[in-house]
């Protein structure tokens, strides 16, 4: 017997009551970054019904991704495939609804029209590449969710149009730890030593949280937000939400 | 006048006491506390209580006291 509302796709989503399914369904979303958490991310967002997702990431699929990416298969790995690709055709294939405009580029290389996004996504492994989503976001009003992973510990944190942002939360070892990354950078390829200990629940879980913050924003819920950073240890199932202050000396306010 | 706090290190539950002056910064302490503990170079923070203390900040500006505990929190840059 067919259940009630069997024929909606997004009947179950409507029954939430706070997600608000026709602007999820019209909105666009940018990801930055189809690795472990880009991959879960861009998940969500289809089967949460966005419409269209730009979809940016340089790098292609190795065998080293395989223990934590949904979307990536052992040809992809052994015929260098790229990300972006892989993931947007993948999700495309979870819902026909969705749009996912893959952009293989470094996301500092791609040149973007920033008002057409609804929610910026981070799934990204540097520094560098946060700074570059962070101001932008600021710059265009985009609201704007981060995540990180490293082995079993994780973040989000949500930088609003107003409010603290990205930098505001950042101290020298970030920037030690870019400086490094810059000195590891030759050519095409970034080189990190030792490579970070990842695992598929840690990413899916960040990626699952960073999806519902958007979808929260998408619908008008931003005072259900994270405010304004929560970090995760998977080992002692502890979750912790900080608040943070606006740093006067932070290039991103102010201006 | 010097102030003393706990570090508490988020990784593995173990404390550090530490003598401050009024002018050490938060990311002064992040240091030091990373260095006792031998941490890997990477990014981390510092909360006390609910609130993610500013690097820049001194122990005067943010309000530091006698016997504060507070967190140093490794901030994952992986995605």
Not at chain 1, 173 to 188: I, P
Not at chain 1, 234 to 247: G, P, R, Y
Request: glycine fraction near 8%; proline fraction near 3%.
């Amino acid at each position: 017997m067919a259940q009630p509302g069997g024929d909606d796709r997004w009947d179950r989503s409507r029954r939430l009551g706070w997600i608000d399914v026709d602007s999820v369904l019209e909105s666009h979303c940018l990801v930055v970054g189809a690795g472990a958490l880009g991959n879960e991310t861009v998940k969500n967002l289809a089967l949460s019904g966005v419409g269209k997702v730009t979809l940016v990431d340089m790098d292609h699929v190795e065998l080293s991704n395989l223990n934590r990416c949904l979307f990536f298969s052992d040809r992809d790995a052994s015929g260098k495939a790229a990300k972006a690709d892989v993931v947007a055709q993948g999700a495309m294939r979870l819902s026909s609804h969705c749009e996912v405009l893959p952009f293989v580029s470094r996301i500092e290389e791609t040149d973007l029209d920033w008002t057409g996004f609804d929610v910026v996504f981070g799934c990204l492994d540097n520094i560098k590449a946060r700074l570059h989503l962070n101001s932008h976001s600021r710059h265009h009003r985009v609201p704007y969710v981060d995540a990180g992973t490293d082995g079993s510990r994780g973040k989000i944190q949500v930088v609003r149009r107003e409010g603290p942002c990205l930098q505001c939360s950042m101290n020298r070892s970030h920037y030690q730890v870019l400086e490094r990354r810059f000195s590891c950078t030759a050519g095409d390829f970034t080189y990190y030593e030792p490579p970070m200990a990842a695992e598929v629940t840690t990413t899916a879980t960040m990626a699952a949280m960073q999806v519902k913050e958007g979808l929260k924003i998408l619908s008008g819920r931003e005072d259900g937000c994270i405010r304004d950073v929560m970090f995760y240890d998977a080992m002692s199932n502890e979750s912790l939400v900080l608040e943070l202050d606006i740093d006067e000396d932070c290039p991103n306010h102010g201006m | 006048m010097t102030i003393e706090v706990t570090i508490r290190n988020a990784e593995n539950g173990s404390n550090l006491n530490m003598e401050l002056e009024p002018h050490t910064t938060i990311e002064d302490i992040i240091e030091g506390a990373a260095e006792f503990w031998h941490k890997e170079a990477g990014a981390y923070v510092l909360r006390r209580g609910k609130k993610l203390l500013k690097g820049q900040s001194t122990v005067m500006d943010a309000g530091l006291k006698n016997e504060d505990v507070l967190e140093l929190i490794p901030d994952p840059e992986g995605g």
